[in-house]
């Protein structure tokens, strides 16, 4: 229901942009985030918006770098990427209320790979 697009190589200091499409639910209603994950490392949490889309949440480490924004896709917009972004990025919508936690998303799109090189 999630697909998840966009995954590539590229330089450290370059830019990426995802993109997730849903299927088979009402995308409004849902909050959708994106999170990843690195080899050897858990899945942590990068960015939500809200379903208006007037609020975001950013992890620290990807503030001012990353901008999340939807309208019937959701995006996530990676400028000055650094090799520690590489990981496959991940879109999740939850129909509850605002969270960061990974299990509290309901829907989960199949990943795309981010590399960067140094």
């Known amino acids: 229901q999630l697909q998840a697009s966009g995954g590539g190589l590229v330089q450290a200091g370059g830019s990426l942009r995802l993109s997730c499409a849903a299927s088979?639910?009402?995308?409004?209603?849902?909050?959708m985030a994106w999170f990843r994950q690195a080899p050897g490392k858990e899945r942590e949490f990068v960015a939500l918006?809200?379903?208006?889309?007037l609020s975001k949440i950013y992890a620290d480490s990807v503030k001012g770098r990353f901008t999340i924004s939807r309208d019937n896709t959701v995006y996530l917009q990676m400028n000055s990427l650094k090799p520690e972004d590489a990981a496959v990025y991940y879109c999740?919508?939850?129909?509850?209320?605002?969270?960061?936690?990974?299990?509290?998303?309901?829907?989960w799109g199949q990943g795309t790979l981010v590399t960067v090189s140094s």
């Open positions: 999740a919508a939850a129909k509850r209320g605002l969270t960061t936690k990974s299990w509290e998303y309901d829907y």
């Open positions: 918006i809200t379903r208006s889309g």
């Open positions: 088979g639910l009402t995308f409004s209603s849902v909050i």
